[in-house]
């Protein structure tokens, strides 16, 4: 039986399966013996299974007719196939239960620094610009095409701002935010009750893709994913069900916007 200190990380290894079998007993033990980290272990498989309850159905959903023709055309075009590719990890994640670590696949990379940093920056930066009443924003959505424009130019990176109504938020507006030396983009939706939530877009060219983690800080969680252009943050107070499945519509949009008309 190998021995040895364990951490978070090891919790993730132990739930996705891949710890080593050797370190699987003394694993336990450690757990029996902290009962604060076998607790986070239950609350993480419960996360986990609640987000594939959650998103599961999207693996019986109609491939859209647009992608479909991509499907009927021959490769000729690297780009699309590349695409299609993520689009299909995303889809059978899921029902598979696979761990191939693209689109949605839950929980299947340990959670790096840079990562936790990034999206400790997404809620901190909600939470500071979503209590504002006058400057909540620096350029209104009724000049969506210079804001989209202007952010696109700083952050280095073709952006969308997601449409959200179908989840009952609306876009209000976006503004420029430092991220660990470079530059991030904060798009800011609001209910009909006041509510509100932001997305937080950095450009992580040659970062490897993740799937979707979740992170809690105080009354707001953030759902968030780095993807080959972007790393993405869902911000809010909202229940954890509404926010996810606004991540789940922000994240189908931006893949569109990179995928060739």
Avoid at 7 to 12: K, L, V, Y
Avoid at 75 to 86: E, Y
Avoid at 189 to 200: A, D, I, K
């Amino acid at each position: 039986m190998t021995r040895r200190d364990f951490t978070e990380q090891d919790a993730h290894l132990a739930l996705d399966g891949e710890m080593p079998p050797e370190e699987r007993g003394s694993f336990d033990a450690w757990l029996e013996s902290n009962p604060e980290m076998k607790a986070r272990s239950a609350r993480f498989a419960a996360d986990r299974a609640r987000l594939q309850d959650a998103l599961g159905p999207i693996a019986e959903e109609a491939v859209p007719e647009r992608l479909q023709r991509l499907l009927d055309a021959d490769a000729r075009r690297p780009r699309q196939w590349l695409a299609l590719r993520h689009l299909a990890a995303a889809v059978l994640i899921f029902a598979a239960g696979a761990a191939a670590g693209y689109g949605f696949g839950l929980w299947k990379q340990p959670l790096a620094l840079h990562d936790r940093a990034f999206a400790e920056n997404a809620i901190q930066a909600h939470v500071m610009y979503a209590a504002e009443k006058l400057h909540v924003v620096e350029v209104k959505a009724d000049q969506r095409d210079h804001l989209l424009g202007w952010l696109s130019k700083r952050v280095g990176v073709h952006l969308v701002a997601p449409d959200l109504s179908p989840q009952g938020y609306d876009l209000i507006g976006g503004r420029l935010l430092p991220d660990q030396g470079k530059a991030a983009a904060q798009f800011m939706y609001q209910n009909p009750s006041g509510e509100r939530v932001s997305l937080y877009v950095t450009r992580e060219k040659g970062r490897a893709q993740t799937g979707f983690k979740s992170r809690v800080e105080g009354d707001t969680r953030a759902f968030y994913w780095m993807d080959e252009d972007y790393g993405c943050a869902i911000a809010g107070a909202a229940p954890e069900q509404a926010l996810l499945s606004m991540a789940d519509a922000a994240y189908r949009q931006l893949l569109a916007a990179e995928m060739p008309k």
